[in-house]
């Protein structure tokens, strides 16, 4: 029994050993990629980079849905478009998981305090995270990928309650310089 024990423990060290090495591989992989659409697309600098081009930002109104029996509340809201690193190599499943780690971290270099993921979230609580963000926070939400053919890049569309004032240089693209 305990040669059995030992030896199950042997194959899930192994097997995290192995976890752990594909995922450094994917890691370099999606770095290699993102080093080379920033090349295509002359964003400097290419390393550095993040990738992701803030292509425009619009107000909009948003109705925003609280339920049965309540009526929406509309509100100022801004639609910002974000250009993606990832071609058409890239399905939309790994756009969006992608892209919602890395704009967390990018939405808090411009101000952005919360990141609502509606894709994946119930409804209820999705309601109620934005709505205790919204009152809160500057909120990102309702973030969509769109594959923009011309441009053979994927595009992130995404709501906030509060415009990017702060663009940070890892979002500008060469024409803004």
């Known amino acids: ?3 059995r024990i030992k ?5 899930l060290k192994n097997s995290q050993n192995e976890a752990i090495y594909y995922k450094n591989f994917c890691e370099k992989l999606l770095e290699i990629s993102r080093e080379r659409s920033n090349k295509d697309r002359d964003l400097h600098p290419r390393r550095g980079h993040t990738g992701y081009v803030l292509l425009s930002e619009d107000i909009i109104e948003y109705k925003h849905d609280r339920g049965k029996n309540k ?3 509309r509100l100022a809201a801004y639609r ?3 250009q993606t690193p990832f071609n058409r190599k890239f399905s939309r499943e790994q756009v969006e998981r992608q892209t919602f780690e ?4 990018i939405f808090s270099k411009c101000g952005i305090t919360t ?4 894709w994946t979230t119930p409804p209820g609580v999705y309601d109620a995270a934005l709505e205790k963000a919204w009152a ?3 909120v990102a939400f309702s973030i969509r990928a769109r594959f923009n053919g011309r441009a053979d890049y994927w595009e992130i569309t995404c709501i906030t309650n509060k415009p990017i004032e702060i663009i940070p240089e890892i979002l500008k ?3 803004d310089r």
Do not use: I
Not at 7 to 11: D, G, H, Q, T, Y
Not at 102 to 105: A, G, M
Not at 115 to 118: A, E, G, R
């Open 1 to 3: 029994m305990e040669g």
């Open 7 to 11: 030896k199950l423990e042997a194959e």
């Open 71 to 73: 009526p929406p509340h």
């Open 80 to 82: 910002c478009n974000f």
């Open 102 to 105: 890395d704009l967390q971290d």
């Open 115 to 118: 990141v609502v993921k509606k």
């Open 136 to 138: 809160a926070d500057s």
């Open 173 to 175: 693209s060469t024409l």
